[in-house]
């Protein structure tokens, strides 16, 4: 039971294998030591198939082994950064905060009887547990031999707001929106964002891919700011998604996607005639509400983009009103949040990927080291975020981007600025990190390993080195080196190795490969591809076409093909 980058991931017929889901919430509750007597837990999920059952089970196993409280959403819901406001919002009678929170959710993977369920757990900052939290459940789960239980207490109604009393624990059912909307009408000015909203040439649609984040969205964008309800696409959280893949990219949100103007590649859909203009702006959410998918009318911001531009803007979001201390991005993400960080004069982070690493940065300061704060950080999986929580948060992105286009948009009276008008000026003051990612889902995993050896072989021997510079020299490339990213944390010293190879080639391309953490079967394969280019009149191009001949020399190179069998990416972002 080895959790990946983002909890333990598995198929429901696993996890309603005997005491499977039981073995796992003991761990959790164990590795917590004698500070789970008598503590909080915050405990809710995306809404997926199994989600209820598994909290009932929850609920009576913290009460067996000694929780004093469990805060549990309404329905059974709560988002991921939900969990970790209510973690650090919420206070209990003693004024305490929670110790420990278990989120049930498997984020943008596919639900349903025969599809992924998933447990990850935020320690008592709200931050999702670290490597070595992680490392230490898994060591419990090697020697697991009991766990503990309630027998014959009835089930917690979930659907109702309320307290009750299980085995002697305090379960109370709790609005999952109240800390969470609390906290962002902290970070935000949502007179401003009302007052976009209300302009007339302004509309949005927003996709909640039928995950947990559509009631936060129905309450704040409809209910706080004033949108039209109708801006609301499958905001009905549902067990199987819809029959969907809640993961909110070009391909798996497209009917969103076709609505902003685009098609499934990015590019621009010919006007049907008489048909009304698309929204201004649009966003998707994934399952558990962390991800977040941000377009413009007829324009797709990539996740990397987004984080600088947002960067490049901070000052219009109050929670960063004196100017950003640091930021930071996962090393696969492209480096256009650098450019903004070397121009303004921000500190800029390079971690491995996965949102955990950031949490150590956000809390440098409590941990002893300097103070990061006020931070902002993202990935190019569609995440982004600050340190108002320790998750990544898709309203959150939302709210940033509406919060830059109301103050670009401060005069009534003159025309709209959209999303891709601030994109497109900001390419034309930094330059610009053209990006793409090509995934290969559902690959063989003895295949995809043995690539990433050959890789790794590579990056440490002059000899195997010699292979792939030849390949990509073939296709005009000249590869000047291969590593694998090692991150050595500021905070607490620890070395995750081992988090991704990349290719640098002469004139400043580069080319990343790793293998996913996140699947449940076989192996998926991302290849992150970035070219910078500072001349303004060249910003403007088409990635795709922009990167296909980088693209070629790095697949050779890697000898994807040759490994996998796979002569296409199943999806591309
Ligand atoms: C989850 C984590 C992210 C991470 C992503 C990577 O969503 O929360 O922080 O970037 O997984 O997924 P991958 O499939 O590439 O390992
Ligand atoms: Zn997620």
Redesign the pocket.
């Known amino acids: 039971m080895r959790p990946g980058?983002?909890g333990l991931r598995k198929k429901v017929k696993v996890w309603q294998g005997e005491h499977y889901l039981e073995n796992f919430v003991q761990c959790i509750l164990e590795a917590q030591g004698d500070a789970l007597k008598g503590a909080t837990l915050v405990v809710g999920g995306d809404g997926r198939y199994h989600n209820s059952a598994a909290i009932q089970t929850i609920i009576r196993m913290a009460a067996a082994n000694g929780a004093g409280q469990v805060w549990v959403g309404q329905g059974g819901l709560l988002s991921t950064p939900a969990v970790s406001a209510m973690i650090r919002e919420k206070r209990g009678a003693e004024g305490e905060r929670a110790l420990l929170g278990i989120v049930l959710t498997a984020?943008h993977n596919p639900g349903g009887p025969t599809e992924d369920f998933g447990i990850k757990f935020n320690n008592a900052a709200g931050s999702p547990a670290t490597e070595l939290d992680t490392e230490a459940v898994y060591a419990l789960t090697q020697t697991i031999a009991a766990y503990k239980t309630l027998d014959g207490t009835p089930d917690v109604d979930l659907e109702t707001v309320g307290v009750t009393d299980v085995g002697g624990m305090r379960v109370e059912v709790v609005d999952p929106t109240e800390d969470y909307v609390r906290l962002l009408r902290r970070t935000f000015d949502f007179g401003r964002l009302r007052a976009l909203v209300a302009r007339p040439d302004f509309s949005m649609v927003y996709d909640a891919m039928s995950g947990a984040a559509g009631p936060y969205a129905k309450r704040v964008l409809v209910e706080e700011l004033g949108a039209d309800p109708a801006c609301l696409l499958r905001c009905e959280p549902l067990e199987d998604f819809g029959g969907g893949h809640p993961d909110p990219n070009l391909t798996y949100a497209d009917d969103l996607v076709a609505r902003m103007g685009l098609a499934a590649d990015g590019s621009v859909l010919p006007a049907a005639e008489g048909a009304a203009e698309p929204p201004v702006f649009g966003a998707a959410a994934d399952g558990d509400g962390d991800?977040n998918m941000v377009l413009g009318r007829r324009f797709f911001v990539t996740p990397s983009d987004s984080l600088a531009v947002i960067a490049a803007n901070a000052q219009a979001i109050p929670h960063f009103k004196d100017g950003l201390k640091a930021a930071a991005r996962?090393m696969p993400t492209s480096a256009a949040l650098d450019r903004v960080g070397a121009a303004l004069g921000f500190r800029v982070f390079e971690t491995p990927?996965?949102?955990k690493f950031f949490g150590n940065l956000m809390d440098s300061k409590a941990l002893g080291g300097p103070d990061l704060a006020p931070f902002l950080c993202g990935?190019e999986?569609f995440?982004t975020g600050s340190d108002h929580v320790r998750e990544?948060d898709g309203l959150w992105a939302v709210l940033a981007w509406l919060s830059i286009l109301a103050e670009r948009n401060g005069d009534p009276g003159a025309p709209l600025v959209g999303v891709g008008d601030v994109v497109r000026e900001h390419w034309a003051r930094f330059g610009r990190n053209y990006y793409a990612r090509y995934d290969y889902e559902g690959c063989g995993a003895d295949g995809a390993n043995a690539m990433m050896e050959a890789l790794r072989a590579a990056a440490d021997d002059s000899a195997a080195f010699a292979a792939p510079a030849a390949a990509a020299k073939q296709r005009g490339f000249e590869l000047v080196s291969i590593d694998d990213f090692s991150y050595t944390d500021p905070v607490d010293g620890s070395v995750s190795a081992r988090q991704g190879v990349r290719m640098a080639f002469a004139s400043g391309e580069r080319a990343v490969f790793r293998l996913?953490?996140?699947?449940s079967e076989g192996a998926?394969v991302?290849v992150y591809l970035e070219r910078f280019e500072g001349d303004v009149g060249a910003t403007q191009g088409r990635a795709s076409e922009e990167l296909r001949p980088l693209a070629e020399a790095a697949l050779a190179a890697a000898r994807l093909q040759e490994f996998t069998g796979r002569e296409a990416p199943t999806v591309i972002t």
Do not use: L, N
Not at 516 to 519: C, D, M, R, V
């Open positions: 980058t983002s984020s991800r996962s990927t996965g949102w990935e999986s995440g990544k996913s953490g996140t699947g998926t991302r």
